[in-house]
């Protein structure tokens, strides 16, 4: 009875009904680490049982994670204006503790005007061009064949690229 009821309800309300955890936004941010956990657990276990719908469950979760990522990205700075924390001190509220920090530092080393690096990151890009190049050529070898150095005359097997992959499912949202 559970199996056919979870798989008529939509995900959420079947996450609500088998966990017993309200997913309204006023019950997600009370939200901590252990619940989140129990959550994934036992919604995991409700989807191994056959009791909740595996493929609707990837939906919802890559719907949610485009959501909420998305919702993170516009809603932050307006957060980071209003939510001033004073050095060396955290914000704390619903499960979360905020501290402001340095984020995101980059150095620009071609502003350093040294030779040294200058010609070292030339010669690294040049080397990745080669890499990148050689490489595509690898990629088109189907078969042992000999290569060889002109300048030495030394020869080698080429044998193709070993290529590896798996099979799983992209969730491309529309």
Same mark, same amino acid.
């Given at each position: 009875?559970?199996?056919?009821?979870?798989?008529?309800?939509?995900? &959420?309300? +079947?996450?609500?009904?088998?966990?017993?955890? #309200?997913? !309204?936004?006023?019950?997600?941010?009370?939200?901590?680490?252990? =619940?989140? $956990?129990? %959550?994934?657990?036992?919604? !995991?276990?409700?989807?191994?049982? @056959?009791?909740?719908?595996?493929?609707?469950?990837?939906?919802?979760? *890559? *719907?949610?994670?485009?959501?909420?990522?998305?919702?993170? *990205?516009?809603?932050?700075?307006? $957060?980071?204006?209003? $939510?001033?924390?004073?050095?060396?001190?955290?914000?704390?509220?619903? #499960?979360?503790? /905020? %501290?402001?920090?340095?984020?995101?530092?980059?150095? #620009?080393?071609?502003? &350093?005007?040294?030779? =040294?690096?200058?010609?070292?990151?030339?010669?690294?890009?040049? %080397? +990745?061009?080669? /890499? *990148? !190049?050689?490489?595509?050529?690898?990629?088109?070898?189907?078969?042992?064949? /000999? @290569? @060889?150095?002109?300048?030495?005359? !030394? =020869?080698?097997? %080429?044998?193709?690229?070993?290529?590896?992959?798996?099979?799983?499912?992209?969730?491309?949202?529309?």
């Amino acid at each position: 009875m559970r199996n056919q009821l979870a798989m008529q309800i939509p995900a &959420c309300e +079947a996450v609500t009904l088998f966990t017993g955890f #309200d997913m !309204e936004p006023e019950s997600l941010i009370k939200l901590d680490r252990a =619940t989140i $956990a129990r %959550i994934v657990n036992d919604t !995991e276990q409700l989807v191994a049982d @056959g009791e909740l719908d595996s493929v609707k469950m990837l939906i919802l979760a *890559k *719907k949610g994670q485009e959501l909420f990522n998305n919702l993170e *990205k516009r809603v932050r700075r307006y $957060a980071e204006e209003q $939510a001033r924390v004073p050095r060396h001190d955290k914000l704390r509220m619903y #499960d979360a503790e /905020i %501290i402001e920090k340095e984020t995101g530092v980059n150095y #620009d080393y071609s502003a &350093c005007g040294d030779v =040294t690096w200058n010609d070292l990151h030339d010669l690294q890009a040049e %080397i +990745a061009q080669q /890499i *990148k !190049e050689r490489e595509a050529f690898l990629k088109n070898v189907t078969r042992p064949s /000999i @290569g @060889g150095d002109q300048f030495t005359g !030394e =020869t080698w097997e %080429i044998r193709p690229p070993l290529r590896t992959s798996k099979q799983g499912l992209n969730v491309s949202l529309k």
